[in-house]
């Protein structure tokens, strides 16, 4: 995304996740001071560089949250995908987190004397803690599920290859993805300006080649407008050395390095030969200017060149929806496969037998949906444990991934729970937690029912040393002041300072 707007390599979540991570730990830390300031009767102040600190990150934040909103609107379904793998424990957390807080809650209330703030401190408090213990009826996640009901584990298909591994789109890459013995691979699939059908993600060679070194004039003209001999004269595979997309190139042994570095552009049937006896195929392609000498007849030089390598028709999943028709007829052993959501009987009547679809487009509902219509399901792109997770739980036959050599080695969902277990440990912890909020309001109320006026000077004053200090008459001249403010003035209630000369 910055590369095609701002022309270098950079990964925006980094700079993102560590500003998001040290703001917040500060504010972190600040809170814990407050609550510990809380617990012992004392005000905290806050250094004037605390103030700007914390407006800061408020500002920080809402900017950033406002920026994201825009630029990625549809990564927001990412909120609720991610709450299906974490939610149950999320509650847990928050629900010892508030049980804790009932000390400093119950001991306000104790101090506190007029029954109307009484009243509006517990009922808040109250209204927080049961909405936590109903919390978990409004939790819905495909992993809590019975073991029996799990589905096969779903099938990888290595995105351009092994991504992490070599250069995306280079012979290397699908080597590597043929290594790790995964179900396919997908290939983006461009037509030279000659007609040799080549492997390109991008639609200019900028990121993937060093064109800006070998033509710099011809640096962002489209792929397709080079000739196949020009094309073999540039390196793809030195900037993933250099730009290390994915932070394993110093992973790499040193014959994968010398090999990475020399990576040239890939024919697709170079391709073809390494994968058509082990693997199956999902072919993207790229739409070529109306320039183009093979505008009309890229989809016939494309198949022509499958036929032609041996490849078994079905192991090919076919995604462009261009002369589909035409496509069917040639090699009706080819798995149509569609790139955009349809209900099940448009699919039916376009003869489509597989979507193929980012993962934040479908429900656990619609995977369900289209396996009860004998309809297969590949959600892209994939990469990490805990989503691969989700996805096997909720009936999802395959997906795509970057890094097929991790996912690959994922034996069984990261944790699967049986409703009845789940609803044991939701029950238990939630009178687990009652039961101790009670016992501290009782403790609490009991403990400093007879402090009648919450004085922070009077709590120190109790907790301060017996040996004579300035700190303790200071607290002690104070707590006198109180106590006349207050109306107090028995001889009783002023004799514990009369050794001082008042």
């Known amino acids: 995304f910055l590369y095609n707007r701002m022309g270098y390599w950079s990964d925006w979540s980094i700079p993102i996740l560590v500003t998001t991570a040290a703001g917040f730990t500060y504010i972190t830390v600040l809170l814990i001071l407050a609550l510990c300031h809380i617990a012992v009767g004392q005000q905290m102040n806050l250094h004037w560089l605390h103030k700007i600190g914390l407006m800061t990150t408020l500002i920080t934040t809402v900017v950033t949250m406002s920026s994201i909103a825009q630029l990625w609107d549809d990564e927001w379904e990412m909120v609720f995908i991610s709450l299906q793998a974490t939610a149950p424990f999320l509650h847990i957390g928050a629900l010892v987190a508030v049980t804790a807080l009932s000390w400093l809650i119950a001991g306000q209330f104790a101090r506190t004397e007029k029954a109307t703030s009484q009243m509006l401190m517990f009922t808040a408090y109250l209204a927080v803690v049961v909405a936590l213990y109903l919390v978990p009826l409004t939790i819905s996640s495909p992993c809590i599920m019975e073991r029996k009901a799990l589905g096969p584990k779903p099938a990888i298909i290595g995105h351009r290859g092994a991504p992490m591994l070599a250069p995306e789109n280079t012979l290397m890459s699908f080597q590597k993805a043929v290594e790790q013995k995964i179900y396919g691979v997908q290939a983006d699939v461009v037509l030279s300006y000659d007609g040799v059908p080549f492997l390109m993600h991008d639609k200019t060679l900028r990121r993937t080649t060093n064109v800006e070194e070998v033509f710099p004039e011809r640096a962002y003209e489209h792929s397709s407008m080079f000739n196949w001999t020009d094309l073999e004269k540039l390196n793809a595979g030195e900037w993933f050395l250099q730009n290390d997309p994915f932070w394993m190139a110093g992973s790499l042994s040193r014959s994968d390095y010398l090999e990475a570095a020399n990576q040239s552009v890939c024919k697709l049937a170079d391709m073809l030969e390494v994968i ?39 192991a090919v999943m076919w995604l462009p929806d261009t002369e589909r028709q035409l496509v069917r007829q040639i090699a009706p052993g080819f798995q149509q496969t569609s790139g955009l959501k349809l209900d099940a009987e448009r699919m039916r009547e376009k003869g489509i037998v597989k979507l193929n679809l980012r993962y934040t487009k479908v429900t656990n509902e619609d995977v369900r949906d289209y396996a009860m219509a004998n309809l297969s399901v590949n959600l892209y792109t994939v990469n990490e444990p805990w989503l691969y997770s989700i996805l096997w739980c909720a009936g999802v036959q395959s997906v795509t991934s970057d890094s097929s050599h991790v996912l690959r080695k994922v034996p069984f969902p990261i944790w699967l729970m049986p409703p009845d277990e789940y609803h044991l440990i939701w029950i238990t912890s939630d009178l687990i937690s009652f039961i101790i909020i009670v016992g501290v309001f009782i403790f609490q109320k009991w403990r400093l029912g007879s402090i009648r006026t919450y004085n922070p000077e009077q709590i120190m004053l109790s907790a301060a040393v017996r040996r004579s200090s300035r700190d303790v008459k200071i607290m002690k001249e104070k707590l006198i002041f109180s106590e006349i403010n207050n109306g107090v003035e028995t001889t009783d209630e002023l004799s514990l300072c009369s050794e001082n000369g008042y």
Do not use: C, V
């Open 276 to 314: 058509k006896d082990n693997t199956s195929l999902i072919l993207n392609f790229q739409d070529l200017p109306p320039a183009h000498p093979y505008y009309s007849t890229y989809i016939n030089i494309t198949l022509e060149t499958i036929l032609a390598s041996g490849i078994r028709q079905q």
